[in-house]
């Protein structure tokens, strides 16, 4: 049955409130950092003083980011926060409130959002981080959500897109491909359902906040981006915000292992495949990158370049441009 | 001819800047509150020192809150924008920035977005406010936009909605049902297009953000909300957060005047009509409240009882419930 408005907006205050109590393990209290949450005109924040606010916004729409044959509601929930907490690690930043803009066709069961607020209250209280508020509205056709996470950085050091200089050192976080080769996988074969184990980068993406934070506080990272775009087109953000080139030696990129029994995906989905949310930064060149951060492992692949292009360089001693096939070309 | 996702940030970048150039009449840098806008991971704020943050979040979804041929691209952005700065103003604080979701279905011709940032943007810079990010994406079906307005006022001085008491003297900004008595008028009559000057309230309203700084600068305000579920509805927020009841003299309520030649609108759209963005507020009993505020009528319509329900006293010295019959009943 589905919900009208008020109720609905009754259910999500009831369910965000009990994630706290289940936080917290005693009564209910705003935290420190949200005054007032959900049931007035605007959430309150006090943020901590002497930093700089970080706020991102990011869409999870039916149709274009999930299908409900395919994404099960927690993963739904799970992955709209993901792609908010991804592009807070990516400013080696700190989460601390989520504001969730939703909109629900008529029809749609009310056990269905209880599902997908599980999947994102879950997530949300493994990072600390509050559901502050959002809007609630009828939509025209399909799910549609917006997340908006605020967090927060010390003064002047959140990590750019724009810090890149020639020599840097090109390093990705994990390894990549592994949530598209799902999407080929299913789309392959629309009618059977992978189990979400075979494919965790895909269903349950953790996004890198602790790898982030680090990277900013050791001063490690010149630049750095979430990879949700995929690595081609990713990187082009990076070389456009730097005003520089780069060369990546293909034969480096990790490629993901995934399904049963696991095997390793096309070269192809590493490079242009999205939504891994692993992170993608440079580092000067005199700097010792350890292989692992916070137990995720840390693969150099290349290096930033004065040219403003960017190749792929293959074993053979090849060269050519990496084209930015991106993650549309791959989701239609 | 649609925009492929890239070029459409590129053109909502390029606009976002030009009318920050428009506004400071030279080159274009980020404003003291914005360090880093659209093209990094997320914007990087400075909030004011020693004040507490605002944040909003609106849905504009095409069909649920505008129709393409009832409501003009510029009136749309307009619209969405107004959601949120009129949330911030219910709260007494400064809008400092926006954030803009936007989803477009592949058929949408440019025009239409160029035309809707006009609108979008035009009204930012009324209000100093920086368009500092978003969110594009394909939408599967409809224009949806999610509009995010931050804001700050000074350490717990926001006003929030439970602040109201028994004894509290009940006012309204402006007059009521104006926006709603358009959208009757367009359904009566779906095919002939309003004289957007017929009806200001509805295509261009104005959020009343002078006029809620200076309620609560001057600590005239117990309690506030900005008037965009109806009367009825937002009443019963007020006197639910507040855990109060209340009695409001029907003929008290200010009707707009609509049309062509001007007539009053219906009581029951000033009752219950809805998107007017005019203020609710709560005033101690012994507070003089002046009958204008920055150029803006305030008149009392009733008090806050102790009682927890809600009452419309009629002209006869009749009682009776005020439903709430809000806005989702008219709107549809």
Redesign the interface.
Known sequence: MPL???ALIAQIRRLAESARQGQAGKSVRPTPAV??GI?????????P??N????????T?????FRRNWHPPEVVGHRSLVRGLS??A??G?EPL?A?L?L?LPRNLPQAWVERFMRGLLRLAEKFSVTL????T??????I?A?I?V??T?P??K?V???GAHPGDRIFVSGELGGSAAALVEMRSRPRSKLDPRDYPRHFYPEPRVELGRILREKRLATA???LSDGLSTDLAHICE?SRVGAEIESTLIPRARVGKPRREVDPDLARHGGEDYELLFTAPPGKRIPAKIAGVPLTPIGQITRRRKIFLCSAEGTRSELAQH?W?HFRR
């Open positions: 009208p408005e008020k005054l007032a049931g007035d005109d605007c959430a309150v924040l006090r943020l003083a002497g700089d606010s970080l706020i991102t916004t990011d869409f729409l039916e149709g274009t980011h592009d807070i990516a400013m930043g409130a504001f803009s909109a502050a508020g959002g809007d509205s009828e939509s025209p056709s399909g549609l917006d908006i605020v967090g950085a003064k002047d959140a750019l897109r724009s750095m981006i979430d915000e991106g549309e």
